[in-house]
């Protein structure tokens, strides 16, 4: 079936360090999504991205998706001790879906050292 | 708005017992999704509703597992009987027509013993 899967599974950087999470899909996605859930907490919707080659920015992340729309990247400048947690990517459970039907990877879970 | 609701927040029963999960989700949104999350396998879609109707259940583990939707404003997940691997935080999920964004509650973590 389809599946989404994320790399790396943990990642712990210095306060200032750059961190990329990458996630790949088995199938073409007609749009990919970006959720962060902080220790203890429930995943909260970032962005979506529609267009292959597609990139967006908020502040010090920056989000890709790629030319085969079946790639994604996050990418955090600098890293803050507020950007703590697990991050997460999804896709329509059938292409061309757009509501909240998601296949979620499994998460980059985010430690930043002070 | 209050967000999408869930009950109880924390739920510890014991093996054998029913246990269920409510979920208010956010007025307007037409789409309500069930997940459940552990850390062997991440978060897995259980079923969703689309106005009221049950679109996909094919991510429910087995018959143990039902969920309703009466109405708009209220869904249950139930488990009967519940077994210590039904262990996990269940999140409820609503999302409006046109708009991609899944709104998560807080979640009820389930523990089974």
């Known amino acids: 079936g389809q599946q989404v899967m994320q790399i790396p599974q943990y990642q712990h950087v210095q306060e200032g360090e750059d961190f990329t999470t990458y996630c790949n899909s088995s199938?073409?996605?007609?749009?990919i999504q970006w959720y962060k859930q902080r220790p203890g907490g429930h995943p909260v919707f970032l962005i979506q991205?529609?267009?292959?080659?597609e990139v967006k920015k908020q502040k010090r992340l920056t989000f890709q998706f790629g030319e085969a729309k079946k790639n994604s990247s996050l990418h955090i400048t600098a890293t803050q001790t507020t950007d703590v947690g697990t991050y997460f990517c999804a896709g329509p459970l059938y292409y061309g879906g757009s509501q909240g039907n998601l296949i979620f990877g499994k998460g980059t879970k985010l430690s930043v050292k002070p | 708005d209050a967000g999408v609701i869930q009950s109880p927040r924390h739920e510890v029963t014991e093996m054998g017992q029913e246990v269920t999960l409510r979920c208010k989700p956010i007025s307007g949104h037409d789409y309500l999704f069930w997940y459940r999350q552990t850390m062997m396998r991440g978060l897995e879609l259980l079923i969703y509703f689309n106005n009221n109707v049950p679109i996909d259940d094919s991510g429910m583990p087995e018959d143990r597992f039902s969920a309703k939707m009466p109405n708009a404003s209220f869904s249950t997940l139930k488990i009967q009987p519940s077994e210590p691997r039904d262990s996990a935080v269940y999140f409820c999920a609503s999302s409006q027509q046109g708009r991609t964004e899944a709104f998560f509650g807080q979640g009820t973590r389930l523990t089974v013993v």
């Open positions: 991205l529609v267009k292959s080659g």
């Open positions: 199938t073409t996605l007609s749009n």
